[in-house]
């Protein structure tokens, strides 16, 4: 019964499309009628025929003509090609086989601007290795991988792979396009860069403590011997070498658990008043030893933040200490908390430490967070810092959705701000 329905579905639509036809031949059979002596039921007859001719479902067209017709277009020039090239996460342009931009897709168009559809690539992509892959690509139709440095906007190491694609012609033959996928490389090269400083660094860390312990081992089983009062200068010394190797391992090794731990937020509620306080305290001795005084000025009442409290015990000890040893000749270290407004225009905590001591140059400003960095390498070697100490305090902060800001002019001391956003 369906198909019985459906064969008469369409009527309506033929009858519609052969309006005009209908219209012209039942005036001429009327006309025939009145004027020309025609019988009327016979021009109905012959009316009703024209009629069923129309509402039978004729093919006059060859049916293979829209194949042909489809084939004879390029096959990659079409909606689902460009979807499938749209649809690709990383940047993608197809070309045809003389290297013409059939299709590209959004990531593509913002990597190189300059690429225009039905325009040629080498006109874009001006890289001299690029071009000379394209050409090779082109040439042998063998895939092709080259590595250039993108400078604009910012500088961004990428990788092109250049891959033929063989597509069927409409007279049985093979055609091949090129598929151009560019590949960002600058997370990776930025993390073997990191990975090359940071073994350089801790190996060349470890290697002057490990030699002034070697140094004065040998010259206690040698020469100072029977010498009581070298022995205990000496012995003195390695201890505190032996003490610097043993913080540089610690800091390394809390570095690497932030780091490992840095794409998970804390979500432990703790109070920061206590454990700023509980640091303070903890760090006395060593005020009194360098002749610092350390005003604080804290509420009274609590501060909630989510956050881990091994982690801020780290943090501020770490800023803390800093400015008891670097800005001791000022005489005076201020931890004082304030409620402010980042940026964004969220709430945030913030806990000040402020030295009066001799200041940091502008030029060693934006690095003072690099692993290692330091404004200077003998005084910190002699106060016994690590160079990890800063990097550490911004990995903490990272991670605890927070910020550090460093402002300082010589010879007027330094301020160091721990910002938080309120539980």
């Not at 198909?3 to 059979?29: E, H, N, Y």
């Not at 201890?239 to 658990?257: G, P, V, W, Y």
């Not at 800005?327 to 905590?349: C, I, Y």
Request: charged fraction near 20%; include cysteine; proline fraction near 7%.
């Amino acid at each position: 019964m369906p198909a019985f329905v459906g064969k008469f579905a369409s009527w309506p639509d033929r009858l519609r499309r052969s309006a005009l036809i209908l219209l012209v031949a039942g005036l001429v059979l009327a006309a025939l009628a009145v004027f020309g002596g025609l019988q009327a039921s016979r021009a109905i007859a012959a009316f009703v025929c024209i009629v069923g001719a129309a509402l039978v479902p004729w093919r006059v067209h060859d049916p293979a003509a829209p194949r042909e017709t489809e084939l004879g277009a390029n096959p990659v020039e079409t909606a689902a090609a460009y979807a499938i090239i749209a649809g690709m996460p990383d940047p993608s342009v197809l070309l045809d086989r003389i290297g013409r931009v059939i299709h590209l897709n959004v990531a593509a168009a913002q990597l190189v601007p300059a690429l225009r559809k039905n325009e040629l690539a080498q006109f874009a992509l001006r890289s001299p290795e690029i071009v000379t892959a394209l050409r090779e690509a082109i040439a042998t139709r063998e895939t092709r991988r080259t590595t250039y440095l993108n400078h604009v906007p910012v500088d961004r190491w990428m990788e092109l792979i250049i891959t033929p694609v063989p597509v069927p012609t409409a007279f049985g033959g093979i055609d091949h396009c090129m598929l151009l996928t560019f590949h960002d490389q600058t997370p990776l090269r930025r993390v073997e860069e990191m990975r090359a400083d940071f073994v350089a660094n801790a190996s060349h860390e470890l290697r002057t403590p490990l030699a002034a312990l070697s140094g004065f081992i040998d010259t206690l089983q040698g020469p100072a011997r029977e010498d009581a009062k070298a022995r205990e200068r000496f012995l003195g010394i390695m201890h505190a070498q032996a003490t610097r190797m043993a913080r540089l391992i610690d800091d390394l090794l809390s570095l690497s658990r932030v780091e490992l731990s840095a794409h998970v937020w804390p979500d432990t509620l703790v109070d920061l008043i206590p454990i700023v306080r509980q640091v303070v305290d903890g760090l006395e001795p060593l005020a009194v030893e360098r002749q610092v005084e350390i005003e604080v000025a804290l509420p009274s009442t609590p501060v909630m933040i989510a956050g881990d409290r091994e982690e801020l015990l780290r943090l501020f000890e770490n800023l803390i200490e800093n400015a008891l040893k670097y800005g001791a000749s000022g005489g005076k270290v201020m931890v004082l908390s304030m409620m402010d407004v980042s940026p964004d225009g969220a709430p945030e905590f913030r806990v000040v430490v402020r030295d009066f001591g001799p200041g940091i140059a502008p030029e060693h400003l934006p690095r003072l967070t690099e692993r290692f960095y330091r404004v200077d390498v003998g005084d910190s070697r002699a106060q016994g810092g690590t160079g990890l100490g800063l990097s550490l305090v911004k990995h903490i902060l990272n991670r605890h959705r927070g910020r550090l800001l460093i402002e300082s002019v010589s010879g007027h001391g330094a301020t160091f701000t721990a910002g938080f956003p309120p539980a």
